[in-house]
């Protein structure tokens, strides 16, 4: 997936986070406020790829 694409589909998912919400009836500024960290985490750069889990973590989270 390219950037470009990244960020189009990150958009999307945001505008129909909005809509539901919206449609579920949600004051705007109840919207805003769990909006606001969303975006703040999607403009942070993934400067350090996430730690793999250790193997009995792994099993536990996978249900292996």
Do not use: C
């Amino acid at each position: 997936m390219s950037p470009e694409e990244l960020a189009e589909f990150e958009t999307e998912v945001l505008a129909e986070f909005v809509l539901a919400q919206d449609s579920a009836g949600l004051a705007d500024a109840t919207i805003r406020s769990e909006v606001g960290p969303l975006e703040q985490v999607r403009m942070k750069p993934a400067s350090r790829r996430l730690p793999e889990p250790a193997a009995r973590q792994r099993t536990h989270l996978l249900g292996e």
